[in-house]
């Protein structure tokens, strides 16, 4: 599963993220509930990436102390919202083509 997920983390983290902001593990919790437990990815793989999300200017994060826990808390920017559209528009296509490819259409 994991070769899957290569190259399109960045656009399931977006997506995760749009409804509303959560915290890291919760991220990792709707990546797994969102794909019916396929996508159950290891934190040492979702929080580079967020990390990654928000140093591009994606994502905003806050520091929150929960129940003595320190956790960050993720939430898309503008920027983030619009690269997620085009992440979206990008996976349409390929899917199209992919699809046409497989079904042996011309």
């Given amino acids: 599963m994991k070769d899957s997920v290569r190259g399109h983390l ?9 409804p509303g902001p959560l915290h890291g ?18 934190t040492g793989t979702v929080y580079p990436a967020l990390r990654a999300l928000e140093r591009a200017g994606y994502l905003d994060g806050d520091w929150s102390t929960v129940g003595g826990r320190k ?24 899917s199209r083509a992919l699809d046409a490819t497989l079904a042996g259409e011309s």
Avoid at 27 to 41: M, N, P, Y
Avoid at 71 to 89: D, H, I, K, N
Wanted: glycine share 8%; net charge positive.
């Fill in 10 to 18: 960045d656009a399931m983290l977006l997506a995760v993220l749009e």
């Fill in 71 to 94: 956790r960050r808390t993720y939430r898309l920017t503008g920027s983030g919202r619009r690269a997620l559209v085009a992440e979206r528009t990008d996976w349409q296509d390929f």
């Fill in 25 to 42: 593990y919760a991220v990792i919790e709707a990546l797994r509930q969102r794909s019916g437990g396929r996508f159950d990815l290891p």
